[in-house]
């Protein structure tokens, strides 16, 4: 039975289905010696290739969805390859056999904190889905005076340039002086949101620190560049609260 190529590879662990659709318009992706297109129909007896590079199709239901908790350090990138030469996560994950390591969304160079890996594209694509509203947050420390004004205004939204966005919640974390931290929880996975959301009011942020992403908190005692493995308890746990 033939699938969408999205649908496919996603379920293989490849990459999301946004992942998937990126690399086919980049011509990344052939199917059988042929360039694939969008919305492509495919078996997991086809010949896959990203890159050149073979992919061996394993069907979902015969894969045990695996989740990763990474402790992001500031200084790497969340691709899998920098022109530049700076560090992947990637690096620092554990080798998966017949699969491939997928990150639920992104942390910008220079914050760190909880990162979600997994090895299931569609777990990953739900994760990452608009739709889904899932909560993110942050620990952000402000440099400047941030008055209750300032506070409103960030709550009730702001125009940034691909549209409106807020805070859901920020609550004071505390701090001296002119560098404050605040706790805020934000819906979106848009690039550097929390970042741009302060910088549209002129406050630089000089330390970034995702402390939560839906369910899962960053553990207190990993390490920065350390990987803890959930149970499987716990990946039940976290696919239900997308379905609820």
């Known amino acids: 039975m033939s699938e969408k190529i999205q649908k496919v590879l996603a379920n293989a662990g490849v990459g999301s289905r946004r992942q998937v659709e990126a690399w086919i318009q980049e011509g990344r992706i052939t199917v059988n010696g042929k360039a694939a297109h969008i919305g492509e129909r495919m ?45 992947t996560i990637f690096e620092s994950l554990p080798i998966i056999r017949n699969s491939r390591w997928i990150c ?39 440099h400047g005076e941030v008055s209750p004004e300032v506070l409103d205004k960030l709550r009730q939204g702001i125009m940034l340039e691909d549209g409106i966005a807020r805070f859901e919640q920020i609550v004071n974390g505390g701090g001296t002086g002119r560098n404050i931290w605040f706790h805020v929880i934000v819906k979106e996975g848009r690039n550097r949101l929390v970042r741009r959301l302060w910088e549209a009011l002129g406050f630089t942020v000089s330390r970034l620190i995702r402390i939560r992403f839906g369910s899962v908190y960053l553990p207190a005692g990993l390490k920065r560049g350390k990987v803890l493995e959930l149970k499987p308890e716990d990946v039940t746990e976290l696919v239900s609260s997308i379905n609820s």
């Open 43 to 87: 078996t997991y007896h086809d010949k896959v290739c990203v890159d050149g590079r073979e992919i061996k199709l394993v069907k979902s239901k015969n894969q045990h969805t695996r989740v990763l908790l990474y402790h992001k350090p500031e200084g790497e990138i969340c691709s899998r390859q920098d022109p530049e030469g700076r560090p």
């Open 104 to 142: 639920v969304g992104r942390l910008d160079f220079n914050t760190s904190g909880l990162l979600l890996i997994t090895n299931d594209g569609e777990l990953a694509n739900s994760l990452m889905h608009p739709s889904s509203e899932i909560e993110r947050e942050y620990a952000v420390r402000i």
